[in-house]
């Protein structure tokens, strides 16, 4: 089982520039979502989806877009790339996210962003 | 505002011994709350979940407490091992959301 796969695995971009980070679940997973981490920070909630077609905001979204068009699919894009964006991202999914028990999460193996 | 905090200062202790870890929250109404491992360039992994009626889970040598009262959650690692030395992170689900919101995590290290 592939599980939670996160395309690319390093990215070097230069400010400004525009780049989609690719994830993907084979589990039939309704909920999925973006973190990044930082030193000393944590991780951080970006953007999550309860459904195709269903996206929200987390404690950072500025900066960046998502779409989820499929059940498999949540790319996140970052739309003019700066260097506080740099960091590890982290895709993660879920069975459920509404109190039935499978609300435990699966993380993919991380991106990891440089912005110069 | 809404805030998780975990002991930034890593934990050492001797194999065999017991690790306790305390995760503390504020201004939230968790659902549950889940413990979660990561090793140094590796996704969190689930550890655990207990529900906000529950006090006490267990799964093998790892228990953890929940106090709604406190507004707190202790894990333990019992007998701990080097192989147990990594990152702890707590993460909370409020009720009526569906955001899961990590605390920054402690690191456990533990001495053969």
């Known amino acids: 089982n592939a599980g939670v796969t996160q395309t690319p695995k390093f990215q070097v971009l230069k400010t400004g520039q525009s780049m989609t980070l690719q994830c993907a679940q084979d589990?039939?997973?309704?909920?999925m979502s973006w973190y990044r981490q930082d030193p000393g920070m944590g991780l951080r909630l970006i953007h999550y989806s309860v459904g195709a077609g269903i996206t929200d905001q987390g404690e950072v979204p500025n900066g960046y877009n998502v779409s989820r068009s499929t059940t498999e699919d949540f790319p996140l894009r970052l739309l003019s790339a700066a260097p506080s964006q740099t960091s590890v991202y982290f895709c993660?999914?879920?069975?459920?996210?509404?109190?039935?028990?499978?609300?435990?999460?699966?993380f993919g193996s991380g991106t990891q962003l440089s912005v110069l | 505002s809404q805030k998780i905090e975990q002991n930034s200062e890593a934990l050492n202790i001797q194999e065999g011994k017991t690790a306790t870890l305390t995760c503390n929250y504020t201004n939230y109404s968790p659902a549950y709350l889940q413990w979660y491992r990561q090793d140094p360039g590796r996704g969190p992994v689930f550890l655990l979940l207990?529900?906000?009626?529950?006090k006490e889970k267990r799964k093998e040598r790892l228990k953890v407490t929940f106090d709604t009262t406190l507004k707190q959650s202790l894990f333990h690692i019992t007998a701990s091992q080097p192989a147990d030395s990594a990152t702890y992170l707590c993460?909370?689900?409020?009720?009526?959301?569906?955001?899961?919101?990590f605390g920054a995590g402690t690191r456990l290290f533990v001495k053969a």
């Open positions: 993460a909370l689900r409020g009720t009526g959301g569906f955001k899961t919101i």
């Open positions: 207990i529900r906000e009626n529950e």
């Open positions: 589990m039939n997973h309704e909920y």
């Open positions: 993660a999914s879920s069975y459920s996210s509404t109190g039935t028990g499978d609300e435990k999460l699966f």
